[in-house]
T-cell receptor
Framework: DAGVIQSPRHEVTEMGQEVTLRCKPI?????LFWYRQTMMRGLELLIY????????DSGMPEDRFSAKMPNASFSTLKIQPSEPRDSAVYFC???????????FGSGTRLTVV | AQSVTQLDSQVPVFEEAPVELRCNYS??????LFWYVQYPNQGLQLLLK??????LVESINGFEAEFNKSQTSFHLRKPSVHISDTAEYFC?????????????FGKGTHLIIQP
């Protein structure tokens, strides 16, 4: 298994631009999580899906952030418009619903200048 | 809701010395507890977990953690560290009810191994 695959690994964009981060969970996993990691705030859960349905998006910081999961093998996290304070590493993780182990992707390092 | 406190942001220790990384949690419900390790520029990897049963859990690379319900702690220990253990370590918690809720993480502890 290739694990959780995130793309791109690095993204540098200008303030105001739209950014789309992508995630392919492990095949068969039916829960997917988006986290953001910064030095100041650590790891924050942004949103998670069970069976492609968003369950809790209370961690999404602002309306500029949106996430979708159109099918079991793909999810996106979009920021529009992006701001410098969105600079962080964004991780995607997946698991079996009710399972105990979460597998993380390698992350996308986003820099907004 | 749950919360996790990792009391030390950074722990320096000499190679082959023992180490303990502290973790305390807060929760109004029963919990599952986890330790994850993050090497530079990589994602998080599960190190070990407590779900139920024996309160002492071990990983394959010599780490162990003990669940202490009365002290709401889940400290991570290793009797003899190696240079390769240098990494960021995160304690995490989630409720033990049904469903796959997101993990709540501590701020992390940077373990620095000195030769």
């Amino acid at each position: 298994d290739a694990g959780v695959i995130q793309s791109p690994r690095h993204e540098v964009t200008e303030m105001g631009q739209e950014v789309t981060l992508r995630c392919k969970p492990i095949s068969g996993h039916n829960s997917l999580f988006w986290y953001r990691q910064t030095m100041m705030r650590g790891l924050e859960l942004l949103i998670y899906f069970n069976n492609n349905v968003p369950i809790d998006d209370s961690g999404m910081p602002e309306d500029r952030f949106s996430a979708k999961m159109p099918n079991a093998s793909f999810s996106t996290l979009k920021i529009q418009p992006s701001e410098p304070r969105d600079s962080a590493v964004y991780f995607c993780a997946s698991s079996f619903r009710g399972g105990y182990g979460y597998t993380f992707g390698s992350g996308t390092r986003l820099t907004v200048v | 809701a749950q919360s996790v406190t990792q009391l030390d942001s950074q722990v320096p220790v000499f190679e082959e010395a023992p180490v303990e990384l502290r973790c305390n949690y807060s929760s109004s419900v029963s919990v599952y507890l986890f330790w994850y390790v993050q090497y530079p520029n990589q994602g998080l990897q599960l190190l070990l977990k407590y779900l139920s049963g024996s309160t002492l859990v071990e990983s394959i690379n010599g780490f162990e953690a003990e669940f202490n319900k009365s002290q709401t702690s889940f400290h991570l220990r290793k009797p003899s560290v190696h240079i390769s253990d240098t990494a960021e370590y995160f304690c995490a918690v989630r409720g033990s009810g049904g469903g796959a809720d997101g993990l709540t993480f501590g701020k992390g502890t940077h373990l620095i191994i000195q030769p």
